[in-house]
């Protein structure tokens, strides 16, 4: 009653709810997606929730997403509203941890390690893990099966991102202590985490502990590549080029800083990669007709001319049309991160309204929102590779049109699966390196489908990210070598 009696027009409208610092806290953990889309039906693209005493304004639409992308440095922090989690996890020194124009630097230095030249070298090393765990693994006996991707694609993900990224010592580290490390640290990185910081979980000791023995295991193959690089040796990971960086100040990028962006970059890249190949490979499973034309199109592209398949190719990659056009259509429909947060640190008008957004509170955009709304996009809740046809990417230097009039570039776009802005994300083509080498390893190797009862599960928004619920059981025929 006080919320209707004593609406502040200048305020946008507040979700109901019955309990003052529990808000809607529920309703968003639950399903963020089900809370955003029911709250926008009432209220409009902008409203307020609170969330455990936070004050949380949802932007949707493209307007929103700009809104809380593009937002000046002098009105919104990512620091403010990460580093309570992202801090203990990564380390201090690095991402969230410090001023933005660091972050900026530190975001320079990652890129150089984000190169044409060095995914040429990263695809074969991919392929091989993939094809090595399979061979291995117990889920690929004989000449056809089941197999659940919730216990495969963490591993895989994690082998694959090592063994190319981060470094031949760090994949050979997982088949020991490292991956007990991972588990600890990744045991800190949960919504539990991000809500209650001020907590003392039992799993932050264990999570305090990975931290400084990862960091530790970093700056040691730092110290040993350091004796190798007189010796000339060659290496394309991302250490080496983190390695021996100055800050614009002239002050030098210490080990430990290192140590700590390499930590930053797998848990990045981890679940987000994770989530997104699982997805993929579910609705690939679900459509026969996809299966097919993927299959056809490694044939056309790689085809020796003789009947067989030359070995995947970074530059040949790009030519995979229908291969990049069913990564962008999981995007769509399943981007790993539904919420993006920033502090506001001055008030904020909303354009086009008479809403202040005061200090204090926080702006949260979900891209994923506007990825599903039928203004933009014909039957969005139809997995459909056939959409993205005659594309072309932000990156080709195109506008990107999405039918009904809708045509887009930058911030104000209805389809940001890798943010805008300052905070847009670097990993966008090692993630597509990853992905597309992935994904076109299965297809060379195995014809996917569904057991009889199975389909595409519904999202599981348990962790901080929009994974599908377990098991996710898909099957298998090994196609003839
Ligand atoms: C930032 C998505 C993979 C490293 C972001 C942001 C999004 C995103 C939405 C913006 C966050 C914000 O504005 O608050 C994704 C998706 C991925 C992926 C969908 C895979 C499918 C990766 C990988 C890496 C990575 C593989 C590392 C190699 C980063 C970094 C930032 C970032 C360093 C910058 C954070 C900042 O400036 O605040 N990512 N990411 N991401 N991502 Fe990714």
């Given at each position: 009653l006080n919320q209707l009696l004593f609406k502040d027009p200048t305020k946008p409208p507040v979700v109901f709810h019955y309990f003052p610092f529990f808000g809607s806290t529920v309703r968003y953990g639950m399903d963020p997606y089900a809370f955003f889309n029911s709250c926008q039906e009432q209220y409009g693209d902008v409203f307020t929730y609170v969330m455990l005493g936070r004050k949380m304004t949802a932007c949707l639409g493209p307007k929103g997403n700009d809104f809380v992308f593009n937002g000046k440095l002098s009105e919104v922090s990512a620091e403010e509203a990460y580093t309570h989690l992202t801090t203990p996890v990564f380390g201090d020194g690095v991402v969230y941890d410090v001023p933005n124009n660091i972050l900026m630097e530190q975001k320079r230095f990652m890129k150089f390690g984000l190169t044409a030249e060095t995914f040429k070298s990263y695809v074969p090393l991919i392929v091989e893990q993939v094809e090595d765990y399979t061979k291995k693994?117990?889920?690929?006996?004989?000449?056809k099966g089941t197999v659940s991707l919730s216990a495969i694609i963490p591993e895989l993900t994690i082998f694959t991102a090592a063994r190319s990224l981060q470094g031949k010592e760090v994949r050979d580290a997982l088949d020991g202590s490292f991956a007990k490390l991972f588990h600890d640290l990744d045991m800190g990185f949960t919504p539990m985490n991000f809500l209650f910081p001020w907590f003392p979980f039992p799993s932050n000791k264990r999570r305090d502990n990975a931290q400084r023995t990862m960091a530790k295991f970093y700056m040691s193959i730092i110290e040993k590549r350091r004796k190798e690089e007189a010796s000339g040796v060659d290496h394309s990971d991302m250490i080496w080029n983190l390695m021996g960086r100055s800050y614009k100040d002239g002050t030098p990028v210490t080990d430990r800083n290192v140590a700590h962006m390499m930590i930053a970059l797998l848990m990045a890249g981890q679940h987000t990669s994770m989530a997104t190949i699982t997805w993929m490979l579910l609705h690939v499973a679900d459509q026969p007709k996809l299966v097919k034309d993927l299959y056809d199109e490694q044939v056309r592209v790689f085809?020796?001319?003789?009947g067989g398949i030359e070995p995947l190719s970074y530059e040949k990659l790009s030519e995979c049309t229908i291969l990049n056009h069913t990564i962008r259509e999981t995007l769509r429909t399943h981007p790993p991160l539904h919420s993006i947060m920033r502090k506001v640190k001055a008030p904020m008008h909303v354009d086009g309204t008479n809403y202040v957004i005061p200090k204090g509170h926080y702006i949260l955009g979900a891209p994923g929102v506007s990825a599903m709304d039928e203004k933009y996009f014909?039957?969005?809740?139809v997995f459909d590779?056939?959409?993205?046809?005659?594309q072309k990417t932000e990156e080709e230097g195109e506008k990107m049109d999405f039918g009904f009039g809708m045509v887009s570039k930058g911030t104000a776009s209805p389809y940001l699966p890798f943010g805008?802005?300052?905070?847009?994300?670097?990993g966008e083509q090692f993630a597509n390196v990853q992905l597309s080498s992935i994904m076109a390893t299965f297809i060379r190797n195995f014809e996917l489908g569904y057991p009889e009862?199975?389909?595409v599960p519904k999202p599981d928004y348990s962790s901080m990210i929009a994974l599908p619920t377990p098991p996710c059981t898909i099957s298998w025929v090994k196609r003839d070598p």
């Amino acid at each position: 009653l006080n919320q209707l009696l004593f609406k502040d027009p200048t305020k946008p409208p507040v979700v109901f709810h019955y309990f003052p610092f529990f808000g809607s806290t529920v309703r968003y953990g639950m399903d963020p997606y089900a809370f955003f889309n029911s709250c926008q039906e009432q209220y409009g693209d902008v409203f307020t929730y609170v969330m455990l005493g936070r004050k949380m304004t949802a932007c949707l639409g493209p307007k929103g997403n700009d809104f809380v992308f593009n937002g000046k440095l002098s009105e919104v922090s990512a620091e403010e509203a990460y580093t309570h989690l992202t801090t203990p996890v990564f380390g201090d020194g690095v991402v969230y941890d410090v001023p933005n124009n660091i972050l900026m630097e530190q975001k320079r230095f990652m890129k150089f390690g984000l190169t044409a030249e060095t995914f040429k070298s990263y695809v074969p090393l991919i392929v091989e893990q993939v094809e090595d765990y399979t061979k291995k693994s117990k889920f690929f006996k004989g000449p056809k099966g089941t197999v659940s991707l919730s216990a495969i694609i963490p591993e895989l993900t994690i082998f694959t991102a090592a063994r190319s990224l981060q470094g031949k010592e760090v994949r050979d580290a997982l088949d020991g202590s490292f991956a007990k490390l991972f588990h600890d640290l990744d045991m800190g990185f949960t919504p539990m985490n991000f809500l209650f910081p001020w907590f003392p979980f039992p799993s932050n000791k264990r999570r305090d502990n990975a931290q400084r023995t990862m960091a530790k295991f970093y700056m040691s193959i730092i110290e040993k590549r350091r004796k190798e690089e007189a010796s000339g040796v060659d290496h394309s990971d991302m250490i080496w080029n983190l390695m021996g960086r100055s800050y614009k100040d002239g002050t030098p990028v210490t080990d430990r800083n290192v140590a700590h962006m390499m930590i930053a970059l797998l848990m990045a890249g981890q679940h987000t990669s994770m989530a997104t190949i699982t997805w993929m490979l579910l609705h690939v499973a679900d459509q026969p007709k996809l299966v097919k034309d993927l299959y056809d199109e490694q044939v056309r592209v790689f085809g020796n001319g003789k009947g067989g398949i030359e070995p995947l190719s970074y530059e040949k990659l790009s030519e995979c049309t229908i291969l990049n056009h069913t990564i962008r259509e999981t995007l769509r429909t399943h981007p790993p991160l539904h919420s993006i947060m920033r502090k506001v640190k001055a008030p904020m008008h909303v354009d086009g309204t008479n809403y202040v957004i005061p200090k204090g509170h926080y702006i949260l955009g979900a891209p994923g929102v506007s990825a599903m709304d039928e203004k933009y996009f014909k039957n969005p809740h139809v997995f459909d590779v056939s959409r993205w046809e005659g594309q072309k990417t932000e990156e080709e230097g195109e506008k990107m049109d999405f039918g009904f009039g809708m045509v887009s570039k930058g911030t104000a776009s209805p389809y940001l699966p890798f943010g805008a802005g300052r905070h847009r994300c670097i990993g966008e083509q090692f993630a597509n390196v990853q992905l597309s080498s992935i994904m076109a390893t299965f297809i060379r190797n195995f014809e996917l489908g569904y057991p009889e009862g199975c389909g595409v599960p519904k999202p599981d928004y348990s962790s901080m990210i929009a994974l599908p619920t377990p098991p996710c059981t898909i099957s298998w025929v090994k196609r003839d070598p």
